[in-house]
């Protein structure tokens, strides 16, 4: 009796295990979802008197998708104002040396403030030995 329970545990277990693999009516081939591309979707130009191109003609120039994101996410780069094309013209071109000179003694700055100074002042750390100081 012990050698038929045996047999009948076996046979299920091995029945039971059979469900694991794949047989060939599941095993199909796939797409591969990741060698899937987007097209662009079909639109009606808003103007129904274009004509087709011509034979030899260039083609109208074609941005990148790249270039198409950026154009998305953040438009066109906008036109400078009268305003502002007045100004820029106005102050002139910058020193190319400019950034070297910023740090001369001769140079006038503002007066910020003591709490400033003593951020500017604070030791270098990670703020593990940082202490906070309640006034009162």
Do not use: Y
């Not at 990148?64 to 950026?70: C, I, R, V």
């Not at 820029?88 to 001369?104: C, M, Y």
């Not at 003591?114 to 030995?129: F, K, S, Y």
């Amino acid at each position: 009796m012990k050698r038929f329970s045996t047999l009948i545990l076996l046979g299920a277990a091995s029945m039971a295990l059979s469900a694991c693999g794949s047989s060939g009516v599941f095993n199909r081939d796939r797409p591969d979802e990741m060698a899937v591309q987007r097209q662009a979707p079909l639109v009606v130009p808003p103007d129904f008197a274009l004509e087709p191109p011509t034979q030899g003609a260039p083609r109208p120039a074609e941005s990148s998708a790249s270039q198409k994101a950026l154009e998305a996410m953040f438009g066109k780069p906008a036109e400078r104002s009268g305003l502002e094309t007045s100004a820029l013209d106005k102050a002139g071109d910058a020193d190319p040396g400019i950034r070297s000179s910023v740090g001369d003694t001769d140079t006038h700055t503002v007066e910020k403030g003591t709490v400033t100074r003593d951020i500017l002042a604070a030791p270098q750390g990670d703020g593990q030995t940082a202490r906070a100081i309640i006034p009162g």
